[in-house]
């Protein structure tokens, strides 16, 4: 606490970063299961559902091709845990209560609990591009296309990293941030994450995936995976990523300036 | 046996399943296979319209995976309600008082069986709701729903061995990942010979495999595998049942 007294925003960003980075990778339970889960539904995945490359006017005839963008939301999913769960556990350890007596600017304090969430998600979806490549998944778009998936898949670890945040300061609990993840979960299922819009076979359930911000997702790096560039599938799923960011940033930043106040 | 064993089992029995009521332990065994079943039959279905497929419904298709699910569910999180017991060291006051260790076990299966039921006969009826073609007769019917029970018995099994050996709710993941990844490399989304590669492999010795296509089976009026998967899932129960025995050995062996 007593470095970020008389610091400048930078400053104390990094000190915040550091701390985030270091305790997120110091925890393999954490770390684990976020590199793990999305490689183990790849693989089931792409050998449990190879048959539906065979539906007509599917984009690929490779369906781990077809299922990796799904992987780089999956490790956003896990930011929600990961940032929402660390400053929880700050909260409640009376960590936060010490750096409201500082100087120290509310955006670093959030930026600083995303720092650990972006540099997993870069590392992760690294990873996954990497053996999803060695096991013939190809990516349309080439190298910049494979480097954009993870600037993609940092942007929605960031702003679902921020939904974390903003339940984390909201109720204070670990448990309540907890909760985000099914309910995630439940959005990515209802998404078009399996099978592309336009081929989902019941109207009910291709309704439910258009008016998802998920699908919006899942197929801006789908699309330079597939398709090549293509600007309305990325901007549709770069628009949504932002607006989250934004949109929780603001209800966080409310929320810690209320707490502070109180504290 | 002793005179005492079925008071015993029954008086856990109800003991756990007041628990269940009061902290509403049966509703992700619920939600969670019929958000599954939606998600599956709504957002899958375009590929059964194959030839190669072979199977007449795709909603009773996956059905047959969300009762398998359920099951598994139910077991799990009855074992993690009884980790409850083991933190406050409840179940070594109760050990002191009962003649044997089975009662105990007994008892806890009892709990998990009855809200099995439950669930089984809820989500049937949300698969019917859900357009699922169920051609078989009423005791075909019947014996996909026992099916499901018996697997709920082993999955309650393996949960209190478990429980019984990290003995904190931090269980539930020990529980439920392996329970997971046996689920998921079983023929879940296509038929076996529709799997690629490596998963074709692992699901031909998967055990939930003979279940999952004895149910198909059983469903559409075609029994299939019937000794096979009544033999796996008895099988699972005998293994399971030493595994929750000797935890609770364990236990009683230290102060």
Same mark, same amino acid.
């Given at each position: 606490?007593?470095?970020?007294?008389?610091?400048?925003?930078?400053?104390?960003?990094?000190?915040? /970063?550091?701390?985030?980075?270091?305790?997120?990778?110091?925890?393999?339970?954490?770390?684990?299961?976020?590199?793990?889960?999305?490689?183990?539904?790849? /693989?089931?995945?792409?050998?449990?559902?190879?048959?539906?490359?065979?539906?007509?006017?599917?984009?690929?005839?490779?369906?781990?091709?077809?299922?990796?963008?799904?992987?780089?939301?999956?490790?956003?999913?896990?930011?929600?845990?990961?940032?929402?769960?660390?400053?929880?556990?700050?909260?409640?350890?009376?960590?936060?209560?010490?750096?409201?007596?500082?100087?120290?600017?509310?955006?670093?304090?959030? $930026?600083? #609990?995303?720092?650990?969430?972006? @540099?997993?998600?870069?590392?992760?979806?690294?990873?996954?591009?990497?053996?999803?490549?060695?096991?013939?998944?190809?990516?349309?778009?080439? @190298?910049?296309?494979?480097?954009?998936?993870?600037?993609?898949?940092?942007? @929605? /670890?960031?702003?679902?990293?921020?939904?974390?945040?903003?339940? /984390?300061?909201?109720?204070?609990?670990?448990?309540?941030?907890?909760?985000?993840?099914? $309910?995630?979960?439940?959005?990515?299922?209802?998404?078009?994450?399996?099978?592309?819009?336009?081929?989902?076979?019941?109207?009910?359930?291709? #309704?439910?995936?258009? @008016?998802?911000?998920?699908?919006?997702?899942?197929?801006?790096?789908?699309?330079?995976?597939?398709?090549?560039?293509?600007?309305?599938?990325?901007?549709?799923?770069?628009?949504?990523?932002?607006?989250?960011?934004?949109?929780?940033?603001?209800?966080?930043?409310?929320?810690?300036?209320?707490?502070?106040?109180?504290? | 046996?002793?005179?005492?064993?079925?008071?015993? &089992?029954?008086?856990?029995?109800?003991?756990?399943?007041?628990?269940?009521? =009061?902290?509403?332990?049966?509703? +992700? +065994?619920?939600?969670?296979?019929?958000?599954?079943?939606?998600?599956?039959?709504?957002?899958?279905?375009?590929?059964?319209?194959?030839?190669?497929?072979?199977?007449?419904?795709?909603?009773?298709?996956?059905?047959?995976?969300? %009762?398998?699910?359920? &099951?598994?569910?139910?077991?799990?999180?009855?074992?993690?309600?009884?980790?409850?017991?083991?933190?406050?060291?409840?179940? =070594?006051?109760?050990?002191?008082?009962?003649?044997?260790?089975?009662?105990?076990?007994?008892?806890?299966?009892?709990?998990?069986?009855?809200?099995?039921?439950?669930?089984?006969?809820?989500?049937?009826?949300?698969?019917?709701?859900?357009?699922?073609?169920?051609?078989?007769?009423?005791?075909? !019917? &019947?014996?996909? %729903?026992?099916?499901?029970? !018996?697997?709920?018995?082993?999955?309650? %099994?393996?949960?209190? *061995?478990?429980?019984?050996?990290?003995?904190?709710?931090?269980?539930?993941?020990?529980?439920?990942?392996?329970?997971?990844?046996?689920?998921?490399?079983? +023929?879940?989304?296509?038929? =076996?010979?529709?799997?690629? *590669?490596?998963?074709?492999?692992?699901?031909?010795?998967?055990?939930?495999?003979?279940? %999952?296509?004895? *149910?198909? *089976?059983?469903?559409?009026?075609?029994?299939?595998?019937?000794?096979?998967?009544?033999?796996?899932?008895?099988?699972?129960?005998?293994?399971?049942?030493?595994? &929750?025995?000797?935890?609770?050995?364990?236990?009683?062996?230290?102060?």
């Amino acid at each position: 606490v007593s470095e970020l007294q008389g610091q400048s925003l930078g400053e104390q960003f990094g000190v915040l /970063a550091q701390r985030s980075i270091v305790r997120s990778f110091r925890q393999p339970v954490v770390i684990m299961p976020v590199l793990a889960f999305p490689l183990f539904f790849l /693989a089931v995945n792409a050998a449990g559902l190879k048959s539906a490359t065979d539906i007509p006017n599917f984009p690929t005839d490779n369906y781990l091709t077809f299922a990796l963008a799904t992987a780089f939301i999956q490790v956003g999913m896990s930011s929600v845990s990961i940032s929402g769960g660390g400053l929880a556990e700050d909260i409640q350890s009376g960590f936060l209560k010490r750096l409201s007596l500082t100087k120290m600017k509310g955006t670093a304090l959030v $930026l600083g #609990h995303l720092a650990g969430t972006g @540099v997993m998600a870069v590392i992760s979806s690294i990873l996954y591009i990497a053996v999803a490549l060695i096991f013939g998944a190809s990516i349309k778009a080439g @190298v910049a296309g494979g480097v954009v998936c993870v600037l993609l898949a940092l942007l @929605v /670890a960031l702003a679902f990293g921020s939904i974390g945040i903003m339940a /984390a300061l909201r109720t204070g609990s670990t448990q309540a941030v907890q909760v985000v993840f099914p $309910l995630l979960f439940v959005l990515l299922f209802f998404s078009s994450q399996s099978i592309p819009r336009n081929l989902i076979d019941q109207a009910w359930f291709r #309704h439910v995936a258009t @008016v998802n911000p998920m699908s919006y997702l899942v197929e801006a790096p789908r699309s330079l995976i597939i398709k090549g560039w293509d600007a309305q599938a990325l901007g549709k799923g770069v628009l949504i990523a932002v607006a989250i960011l934004a949109l929780t940033m603001s209800f966080a930043g409310g929320a810690m300036r209320q707490g502070f106040k109180e504290r | 046996m002793s005179q005492r064993f079925w008071p015993i &089992a029954t008086g856990i029995a109800v003991r756990q399943l007041s628990k269940f009521a =009061r902290t509403a332990n049966f509703i +992700p +065994p619920l939600l969670i296979p019929c958000l599954f079943l939606a998600a599956f039959a709504g957002g899958l279905s375009a590929v059964s319209t194959s030839a190669k497929f072979g199977y007449p419904n795709y909603t009773a298709f996956v059905w047959v995976f969300v %009762l398998v699910m359920g &099951a598994v569910f139910s077991g799990i999180f009855s074992s993690v309600a009884f980790t409850d017991d083991l933190e406050d060291r409840f179940i =070594r006051r109760i050990m002191l008082a009962t003649p044997g260790r089975a009662p105990i076990i007994v008892g806890l299966v009892m709990a998990s069986f009855l809200q099995a039921i439950f669930i089984v006969l809820f989500l049937f009826g949300a698969g019917l709701i859900a357009g699922m073609e169920a051609t078989g007769s009423a005791p075909q !019917l &019947a014996v996909v %729903l026992v099916i499901g029970l !018996l697997l709920n018995v082993a999955v309650s %099994l393996w949960g209190i *061995g478990v429980a019984l050996r990290v003995r904190s709710a931090l269980a539930a993941p020990l529980m439920l990942l392996p329970a997971f990844a046996v689920i998921f490399t079983s +023929p879940v989304y296509v038929p =076996r010979h529709l799997l690629g *590669g490596w998963l074709h492999t692992v699901s031909n010795v998967n055990p939930l495999t003979p279940l %999952l296509e004895a *149910g198909r *089976g059983f469903l559409i009026g075609v029994p299939f595998h019937t000794g096979l998967a009544f033999g796996t899932v008895l099988a699972m129960i005998a293994l399971f049942y030493v595994f &929750a025995w000797t935890g609770m050995q364990k236990l009683a062996r230290e102060p």
